[in-house]
């Protein structure tokens, strides 16, 4: 995390110098900040979650801000503050039956790893703000539509396996019958 990435996310504390100075002390020390000022957030859990981001990094769509809780096994993507009702749109035009996520907006509060996270911490930053992230509609366009392909994509993996699993089962049942009769 840069700098200015770190003075836009301490800007939402309660109190930024108090939590620049936490950061200064120790820089893999999460820090819990306020949502629905600066920017909201998108929790999926964290198979979902690491599903769309892949897809929007390799596709080069719009993302900012994305930490991941390795504990809680969730994936958070920040908004632009005030896009619940544009995501929540979003979503239900693109399925009837809408994965499960939490939106954090006013009110609600979300533990930020610090700016240096070691590998092996709870809280980790997947893609750490760089600066401030510009006010952008198509960030919350691309978070929507892609979490919903990405559930799409993991039900359809997961039913092929199943299938496969099954497929399995017969064919080892009819091996053995063949070499039961061969005997």
Known sequence: MTRRGIQW????????????????????RPYTLPTGRLFDVVVMSQRLGMETFD?????NMPLGPVMVDRQAKQVAFLLSSKSR???ARLVSLE??????YR??????????????PMADDRHQWL??????????PLRT?????????ASSLIERADRYGEQCQNADTVWLKELKWVRDRAR
């Open 103 to 116: 939106y954090l907006d006013v009110g609600s509060y979300v533990v930020a790893p610090g700016p240096m």
């Open 141 to 149: 366009v691309s978070l929507a539509v892609m979490f919903v392909a």
């Open 55 to 59: 897809q929007l990094a390799r596709r």
């Open 9 to 28: 996310l301490s800007a939402v504390a309660d109190d930024p110098a108090m939590c620049r100075a936490h950061w200064a002390d120790d820089p893999r």
């Open 95 to 100: 399925t009837i039956t809408p994965p499960d």
């Open 85 to 87: 009702a544009r995501f």
């Open 127 to 136: 893609r750490a703000p760089t600066r401030r992230p510009e006010a952008s």
